[in-house]
Every structure is written in structure tokens, then in C-alpha cells.
């Protein structure tokens, strides 16, 4: 299983990104998706997640109302429509699949590669 995380790049601040997460490979059953980022210097931190049909979703306390995460299975790609975007949301975003949850929390799984989201003030 490969996932192949694609959209990031330079925006101002107040401006709008929308990440995806194409899967490729063989996921049987029921999984939860979800994206997470690493800032400069910090440590990797839980953005969102969704579960295994879209219906549930979870969120950081610092995206809540300007992130929505989203997912189409029949594309097998995951979504993350960003608006209102801050400096501080600056880093390289990683999105994940848990095999193992069907809710919306990610703890393991197979991780993307990062797409680099840059926002200027």
C-alpha cells in the first residue's frame, strides 16, 4: 500500500489550500484516514481524521472550523480542504492510513510522503 500526498505549496496568509492523499495497493475492509503535520522544529502533531465511510470526523483544536477533512472511496483518495490559512499553520503535512480503526482516529499504519504547505504573512 503506497499513499501519495499531493497540493501543498506557497499561500498568504488568509489564503486556501486543498490537500489529497491518493491510495494505491490493496486495503481490505473497513480503515480510518486521517493527516498530520510537522512545523520546523516541533514534533509531529494530529491534524484531523475521518472514519471508514466519511460519516465521523475529528479534529485538532487549532484547525477546528478552518480544516475539513474528506475522503472518496471510490477514488480511494483523501481530502483537506484548507481556508483561512496562518502562518503558524506551516509545515509538511503527512497523511495516514489505520487499518486497524474504522472510527476516526489514526495511531498507525502506512504513512504518505509529506506535501510542504508554506504560508506567509
Known amino acids: 500500500v503506497q499513499l501519495q500526498a499531493s497540493g501543498g505549496g506557497l499561500v498568504q496568509a488568509g489564503g486556501s489550500l486543498r490537500l489529497s492523499c491518493a491510495v494505491s495497493?490493496?486495503?481490505?475492509?473497513?480503515?480510518?484516514m486521517g493527516w498530520f503535520r510537522r512545523a520546523p522544529g516541533k514534533d509531529r502533531e494530529f491534524v484531523a481524521a475521518?472514519?471508514?465511510?466519511?460519516?465521523?470526523?475529528r479534529y485538532a483544536d487549532s484547525v477546528e472550523g478552518r480544516f475539513t477533512i474528506s475522503r472518496d472511496n471510490a477514488r480511494a483518495t483523501l481530502y483537506l480542504q484548507m481556508i483561512d490559512l496562518k502562518p503558524e499553520d506551516t509545515a509538511v503535512y503527512y497523511c495516514?492510513?489505520?487499518?486497524?480503526?474504522?472510527?476516526?482516529?489514526?495511531?498507525?499504519?502506512?504513512w504518505g510522503q509529506g506535501t510542504l504547505v508554506t504560508v506567509s504573512s
Open positions: 495516514a492510513l489505520d487499518p486497524n480503526k474504522d472510527v476516526a482516529d489514526v495511531e498507525g499504519g502506512w
Open positions: 495497493g490493496r486495503v481490505g475492509g473497513r480503515y480510518a
Open positions: 475521518i472514519n471508514w465511510n466519511g460519516a465521523d470526523t
